[in-house]
């Protein structure tokens, strides 16, 4: 269905596929910051591939008695959403679904990056993952009995080591498969109002995903 607001279709993602056969340790070995990003589009088959890994479905039942999901969140409360941020529009991710729900039309990927930065790396990076944490699931979820979930200093550390995780998956999946990936800060204002969050939605971190610009040493 089309979002009436932004014209933008849904994307299906197809089922993921790993590309590449490198050992896990040859994946560890190659995982680092590349800021420098060429502007060539990932496929879908990538796309779908780097948003699995994510932050992905992994089992139909995991803690909790809810999906299972490939990075780990306190009590399984999965507060952390990935919105996508591509040329044409700005999506987020829907796990169980494998798609990409339309958010809002244009080009918010300079955004995803913190102003200081822009003029240093002039970032043409074909995909910004960002990350938002949604204070409702932490409050909301099964795992609720927690004590640290009722306290707004121990949420915060939640949510930021979370999101820690899935930046730290998406570092490996840009390795196994040859992307450049750059966990950033970004333009937390200006994105809070082109995705017309919530209150109760925190942006935290942004990650550029893409080709190397530099054929890279992958030494
Ligand atoms: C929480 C966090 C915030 C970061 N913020 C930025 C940033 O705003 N700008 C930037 O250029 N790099 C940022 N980075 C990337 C780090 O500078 C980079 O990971 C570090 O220099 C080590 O390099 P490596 O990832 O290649 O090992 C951030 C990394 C983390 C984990």
Same mark, same amino acid.
């Given at each position: 269905?089309?979002?009436?607001?932004?014209?933008?279709?849904?994307?299906?993602?197809?089922?993921?596929?790993?590309?590449?056969?490198?050992?896990?340790?040859?994946?560890?070995?190659?995982?680092?910051?590349?800021?420098?990003?060429?502007? /060539?589009? &990932?496929?879908? #088959?990538?796309?779908?591939? $780097?948003?699995? @890994?994510?932050? !992905?479905?992994? =089992?139909?039942?995991?803690?909790?008695?809810?999906?299972?999901?490939?990075?780990?969140?306190?009590?399984?409360?999965?507060?952390?959403?990935?919105?996508?941020?591509?040329?044409?529009? /700005?999506? &987020?991710?829907? #796990?169980?679904?494998?798609? $990409?729900?339309? @958010?809002?039309? !244009?080009?918010? =990927?300079?955004?995803?990056?913190?102003?200081?930065?822009?003029?240093?790396?002039?970032?043409?990076?074909?995909?910004?993952?960002?990350?938002?944490?949604?204070?409702?699931?932490?409050?909301?979820?099964?795992?609720?009995?927690?004590?640290?979930?009722?306290?707004?200093?121990?949420?915060?550390?939640?949510?930021?080591?979370?999101?820690?995780?899935?930046?730290?998956?998406?570092?490996?999946?840009?390795?196994?498969?040859?992307?450049?990936?750059?966990?950033?800060?970004?333009?937390?204002?200006?994105?809070?109002?082109?995705?017309?969050?919530?209150?109760?939605?925190?942006?935290?971190?942004?990650?550029?995903?893409?080709?190397?610009?530099?054929?890279?040493?992958?030494?």
């Amino acid at each position: 269905m089309t979002n009436p607001e932004t014209k933008l279709r849904p994307i299906e993602l197809p089922q993921p596929v790993a590309e590449r056969t490198l050992s896990f340790n040859e994946v560890v070995a190659q995982r680092r910051t590349i800021r420098e990003i060429a502007a /060539t589009p &990932l496929t879908l #088959a990538q796309l779908s591939n $780097l948003l699995w @890994v994510a932050f !992905g479905v992994n =089992r139909k039942v995991g803690p909790f008695g809810v999906t299972g999901r490939t990075a780990a969140s306190a009590s399984n409360s999965q507060e952390i959403d990935v919105y996508v941020a591509l040329e044409d529009g /700005t999506y &987020l991710y829907d #796990a169980v679904t494998h798609r $990409l729900n339309p @958010v809002s039309a !244009g080009d918010s =990927r300079l955004a995803a990056i913190n102003p200081r930065q822009r003029t240093v790396f002039r970032s043409t990076a074909p995909v910004q993952l960002i990350y938002v944490a949604d204070l409702h699931c932490l409050t909301h979820t099964i795992g609720f009995k927690e004590p640290g979930l009722h306290d707004p200093e121990i949420q915060k550390s939640y949510y930021f080591v979370d999101c820690g995780m899935i930046g730290g998956n998406v570092y490996l999946v840009a390795a196994a498969q040859g992307l450049a990936a750059w966990f950033h800060n970004c333009d937390k204002a200006t994105l809070t109002k082109s995705l017309t969050l919530r209150p109760e939605q925190k942006v935290l971190f942004a990650q550029s995903v893409g080709w190397p610009a530099v054929a890279e040493a992958r030494q």
